[in-house]
């Protein structure tokens, strides 16, 4: 069974900090990973997409991903009240057929 | 463009009885896919169609759930009969190919199963 897996949180960061948000899978042939942002009562939307070993970077976010330790993160720069939401990783299986999402981490930045 | 449409948006019904949710992808989107996100959990596929071809569907509960996809456009999911347990909210999603990285998120249907 492949799993991404996750800290629910909720993580509490103020406004203005970096938000760490991280992510592990076990399928070690996967290539893609993907950020997806939800808001409460909202559907998933992408955020960042990312296939190689490194850094990212887009606007105030940045995915970084080590493919040897089978790890991605999402870091998130001044954090804003607005990035307040539920941040779910999603990576594309080795057989590249299908996306599996974690179960998501939900952020809430404080004033 | 207009985005990936679903219909309705709400659904509550009792254990037993039979549901179906209706899905339009965005125009050209030869990729249409069915999640189940249950409160608190990531979206789990359901189902993957290629134009109007079955690619997975190994996570669908085949003895109550069916969908299809005629024509290769609009898609219908169905549950029957419904269990309390399929209480979720039924997202449909759509790529221009199964190739193409980014999916684009229907609002979903939020089902309430009593």
């Known amino acids: 069974q492949k799993e991404v897996e996750q800290n629910s949180g909720p993580l509490s960061v103020p406004e203005g900090a970096i938000a760490s948000l991280n992510c592990t899978y076990s399928?070690?042939?996967?290539?893609?990973f993907f950020w997806y942002r939800q808001y409460s009562g909202k559907s998933p939307e992408l955020i960042m997409s990312?296939?190689?070993?490194g850094d990212k970077e887009d606007g105030r976010f940045t995915a970084q991903l080590n493919k040897a330790s089978q790890y991605v993160s999402l870091l998130i720069r001044d954090s804003q009240p607005s990035d307040s939401a539920t941040y779910l990783c999603?990576?594309?299986?080795?057989?590249?057929?299908?996306?599996?999402f974690g179960s998501g981490t939900r952020l809430s930045i404080r004033p | 463009e207009a985005g990936v449409a679903q219909s309705p948006r709400y659904k509550i019904i009792e254990k037993r009885q039979s549901v179906a949710f209706w899905c339009n992808p965005i125009s050209g989107h030869a990729t249409l896919y069915w999640y189940q996100q249950i409160l608190g959990q990531g979206p789990k596929l359901l189902i993957q169609?290629?134009?109007?071809?079955?690619?997975?569907d190994s996570q669908l509960p085949k003895d109550r759930f069916s969908a299809e996809r005629l024509k290769g456009v609009d898609s219908t999911l169905k549950i029957q009969p419904a269990k309390l347990e399929d209480s979720a909210v039924y997202l449909c999603?759509?790529?221009?190919?199964?190739?193409?990285?980014?999916?684009?998120f229907g609002p979903g249907t939020r089902l309430t199963v009593l």
């Open positions: 399928d070690r042939g996967s290539q893609s």
């Open positions: 169609f290629q134009n109007n071809g079955v690619v997975d």
């Open positions: 990312i296939y190689s070993n």
């Open positions: 999603a990576v594309m299986d080795s057989s590249a057929s299908k996306i599996i």
């Open positions: 999603a759509s790529s221009p190919s199964s190739t193409y990285n980014e999916q684009f």
